[in-house]
């Protein structure tokens, strides 16, 4: 599990990531993401629905994004706050293509919200 500096904990956190923050589509999730202060940790929330199914497999959903997220953050992932909200697909998709599907959708963060910003 990420350490707490990692994680969006806050109600209001979530709402400000999924309401104003960049929306990047999947079939098996959607990635909401906000930028931070350059050089903060990124943080990672996810949203996992009655819909995708009974409460094994919504934390068997949330345990693979944990792992995924924990791997983006070892890797070097920072300053974006990034909510991932599951669809009832994910429930039946094997990990390598969560994998594919998050690191996909990071990468278009990433794209999208770092890159202009490090421009001069």
């Keep these: 599990m990420p350490a707490k500096r990692h994680r ?3 109600g ?3 709402r400000r990531v999924v309401r104003s923050g960049y929306r990047v589509g999947g079939a098996l999730c959607i990635t909401h993401a906000v930028l931070r202060a350059p ?3 990124a943080r990672f929330g996810f949203i996992v629905s009655k819909a995708v199914g009974n ?3 919504r934390n068997l959903v949330r345990r693979r994004l944990k792992t995924i997220a924990e791997r983006r953050i ?3 992932f ?3 706050d990034a909510v991932f909200r599951a669809l009832p697909a994910i429930a039946t998709a094997p990990y390598a293509e969560l994998e594919a ?3 996909r959708a990071l990468d278009r963060v990433e ?3 770092l890159t202009p910003a490090e421009s001069p």
Excluded: C
Aim: negative net charge.
């Design 55 to 57: 409460a094994v497999t």
């Design 101 to 103: 599907a998050v690191d």
């Design 8 to 10: 969006v904990t806050r």
């Design 78 to 80: 920072t300053s974006v």
């Design 39 to 41: 050089g903060e940790p």
């Design 74 to 76: 070892a890797a070097g």
């Design 111 to 113: 794209r999208t919200l």
């Design 12 to 14: 209001d956190d979530y």
